[in-house]
Each structure stands twice: as structure tokens, then as C-alpha cells.
């Protein structure tokens, strides 16, 4: 019976995922949870059927899969019970990031008491160290979660440092996060970044499972973004030559509008990359750092979401088109 009542919660397809970004961050770290879960998604913690590998985000600490809810902590305790992992073991962890209001925050001690008090409840061996199964209590919306937890290993940093570098390429974290605004759900999308310079984009999508193609006018830069794929062992196109003579037709472009002294741009040539974009993709993702609306307009596009993405003086403006 307590398995049955497991399976019968894993069947809701519930997740809650905690989220952690700095005031600096905030709009770019929104933009990407909306783009995963919807325009009503915003942090510290969501709730969705969404099953999203919570490695993807670079903002995204946490994932319980929910296997019980209750409206109080006793309640949830109570229920903890009903889970049944046998000879295995476990650990219960007290999920710090949630929306409780100041006055009902849980403080240290309390935390750990609750935790104890859940394991005590569960059917296993509980196990501190090295635990086959790892359950997660937290509270969102008014209610307590108790399920399968996951904490996010921020693989991407492991793509920070580069045998190729480009000193006004995107950072590999927020790389990361325009191909997960571009590509929420990879599956059966066909992408393409036609202004890849080093492959900033191109190693994050890839790593992540997404079918992108790479292009760039530059002859060096393609010469360092297959170097740099090929570093991290990752298998993508990355072809020669202008976005203009582009044939194929893709899903979506993400596009970091080129801007600096070695690929500077006249407003003609910039227009002329939006305008081929709309040729070649039903969607585009956008970064500039100077206000390019209009032009993304005249392109054919209509803007869906954006943001501003700062970084101490300097920011960009990051546009969700179709």
C-alpha cells in the first residue's frame, strides 16, 4: 500500500525548484525561468509539471519531485510513512530557499529537528554520508512538499576556461542561459547561431543536448569555436561565411549582434542579419548591447519577452522574438 501511494504521487508530475540569483541578475534570471515554465514563473520557488534537468539553469539550485503534500509540517511528517525504500537508505533535507513570509521562517535548529523527525518516519536506513535516495522538504504556496531531491552540480563552469578566448564574448553561464530562453524543450528543434565567434552558445547548447548549427563571417573565430568544441568533446557544424547566404531553415537563431572593433557592423549590415534572420528561423533570441527594437520590428519580428542583462556598467539587451 505505501508503495502504491508513491506511485500514485509521482503520477502528478509535480516539481518544485528553488532559484537563487543576485538584484544584478534578476532579469535575466526571470526571463529564463519563464521561458521554461511560463509567463507567471518567478523565483524563489516554482511549482510545475515542467520535469526540467536541473542542471540546465544556472540559476536553478534545487528539484524535488513531489511525492507528498500536506498544509503543515506535522501533517507532512506524518505522511512521511508512507515511503517505503526497504533495505536501501536515505537522507531527509530541510529545503532552506522557499516563500515563507519573515515571521513563520524555520531556523537552524528547527530544521534539523524536522528533518530527523521525517526520518524517523521513512522505511530505509537513514545514511548522512553517501545515501542511495536523498528526499527534500519544502514549502511553497501555502503547503509543504516532501519528494526525490536534486541539487543542481553547475556542470557549465567546467566550460568557463577556453583554449580559445574572445575578451566581448557572452560568459559561459549567461551563454547558457540565452540557448535555454532560445530552447526551453530541445526535443525536435532545429537551432543555429549564425554569428557564433568563438562558440560561446555553441558549447552550452551542445552540452545540453540541442541540435545547433554554428556560422561565422570571421575565418579566426570558426578556426576557435571547432577548436573549442572539439576541447570539450562535443560534435557540431560550424560553417564559414555570412548569415545572407544561409538556405536552410531553422526553429529558432540566437544572434549576440556583433559590435566590437574586430566584427564592427554599420546599422545596414546589423538590419540585414535581423532581416535574414526572420528568413531563416521562425524565432530569434537577441543580444546588443545598444537599443535595436526598431530594427527587430522592421525585421518581422514580434517581441515576446526581454530583459536587461547588467554586469557591474555594462549590460545587454537580451529579446524573445517570433
Known amino acids: 500500500m505505501k508503495q502504491r501511494i508513491i506511485e500514485r504521487r509521482i503520477n502528478v508530475n509535480e516539481f518544485i525548484y528553488t532559484v537563487n540569483y543576485s538584484e544584478e541578475d534578476e532579469e535575466l534570471a526571470e526571463m529564463e525561468l519563464r521561458a521554461f515554465f511560463g509567463s507567471s514563473a518567478s523565483g524563489p520557488v516554482v511549482k510545475s509539471s515542467v520535469d526540467l534537468d536541473v542542471n540546465r539553469s544556472p540559476f536553478i539550485r ?17 505522511k512521511a510513512g ?13 529545503v532552506k530557499t522557499n516563500d515563507l513570509p519573515p515571521e513563520k521562517k524555520v531556523e537552524y535548529q528547527e530544521r534539523l ?3 530527523r523527525a521525517i526520518g524517523w518516519e521513512i522505511i530505509g536506513e537513514a545514511d548522512l554520508k553517501n ?4 528526499f527534500g522538504l519544502v514549502a511553497c504556496g501555502g503547503h509543504w512538499y516532501l519528494g526525490r531531491y536534486e541539487k543542481n552540480k553547475r556542470v557549465w563552469m567546467k566550460h568557463i576556461q577556453k583554449p580559445r578566448e574572445y575578451s566581448t564574448a557572452l560568459s559561459a553561464r549567461d551563454a547558457r542561459v540565452m540557448a535555454n530562453i532560445a530552447v526551453p524543450e530541445p526535443e525536435g528543434i532545429r537551432a543555429v547561431d549564425p554569428c557564433c565567434g568563438i562558440g560561446t552558445v555553441l558549447v552550452e547548447a551542445l552540452s545540453m543536448g540541442m ?4 556560422r561565422d563571417i570571421n575565418p579566426l573565430v570558426v578556426g576557435g569555436s571547432r577548436e573549442n568544441l572539439a576541447y570539450f568533446g562535443l560534435e557540431g557544424c560550424v560553417t564559414l561565411g555570412p548569415i545572407e547566404e544561409v538556405e536552410e531553415h531553422y526553429d529558432v537563431a540566437i544572434i549576440d549582434m556583433p559590435y566590437n572593433l574586430y566584427t564592427h557592423a554599420t546599422p545596414d549590415e546589423l538590419q540585414s542579419i535581423l532581416t535574414h534572420a526572420r528568413r531563416i528561423a521562425d524565432r530569434l533570441v537577441v543580444v ?6 526598431k530594427m527587430v520590428e522592421k525585421a518581422g519580428f514580434a517581441i515576446q519577452d526581454r530583459c536587461i542583462a547588467r554586469k557591474s556598467t ?9
Open 288 to 293: 546588443s548591447i545598444d537599443p535595436i527594437e
Open 131 to 134: 545515501p542511495d535516495h536523498l
Open 314 to 322: 555594462f549590460s545587454r539587451r537580451i529579446l524573445s522574438c517570433s
Open 113 to 115: 529537528e524536522i528533518e
Open 211 to 214: 541540435d545547433i548549427e554554428g
Open 62 to 78: 534545487e528539484k524535488v519531485e513531489v511525492l507528498l503534500e500536506a498544509d503543515s509540517v506535522a501533517d507532512i511528517v506524518q
Open 82 to 94: 508512507s515511503i517505503d525504500i526497504g533495505s536501501e537508505t536515505f537522507k531527509a533535507i530541510f
